[in-house]
C-alpha cells in the first residue's frame, strides 16, 4: 500500500496564478509594516560613542600666534577633554571617588579669567 503522491506542476502554477494578486498585496503590506516600524516606532537600542585622545606637538613660539579665539577654541576642547567619560574614570580610580561620572564632569566649568 505505497501510496505516492506527485505535484503536478501545472495545477501549482494554476493556484500561484489565482492567488498572485494577494501575493503582492500581503508581501507589500509586511514590506510597508517593517518600514514604518523601524523608522517611526522602534527605539535604538545601542548606541556607541569614541574619543580620540592626540598628544599635542610642541612648537617654538614663532611658530604659531595665537589669537583670543584660537584660545576660545582650545579651552572648549580641553575642558571636552576633561570631561570625556576615558578621563573621568581614570581620575575617579586613580582618586578612589564614589561620585558618578556625570557629577564629576559638571564640577569642571568653562569659566573666563579677567
Known amino acids: 500500500m505505497n501510496i505516492e503522491k506527485k505535484i503536478d506542476m501545472k495545477m501549482l502554477v494554476q493556484y500561484l496564478k489565482r492567488y498572485a494578486i494577494l501575493l503582492l498585496f500581503m508581501t507589500n503590506v509586511g514590506i510597508a ?8 516606532m522602534a527605539v535604538p ?23 583670543a579665539n584660537t584660545n576660545n577654541r582650545l ?14 574614570d581614570k581620575v575617579k580610580a586613580d582618586l578612589d571617588l564614589k561620585a558618578k561620572p ?10 573666563k579669567r579677567k
Open 33 to 40: 509594516g517593517s518600514y514604518i516600524w523601524v523608522t517611526q
Open 45 to 67: 537600542m545601542y548606541q556607541a560613542s569614541s574619543d580620540i585622545l592626540v598628544k599635542p606637538q610642541k612648537l617654538a613660539e614663532d611658530d604659531i600666534k595665537l589669537d
Open 75 to 88: 579651552i572648549s576642547t580641553y575642558t571636552g577633554i576633561l570631561k570625556s567619560n576615558y578621563i573621568i
Open 102 to 111: 556625570e557629577i564629576l564632569a559638571q564640577k569642571f566649568s568653562n569659566k
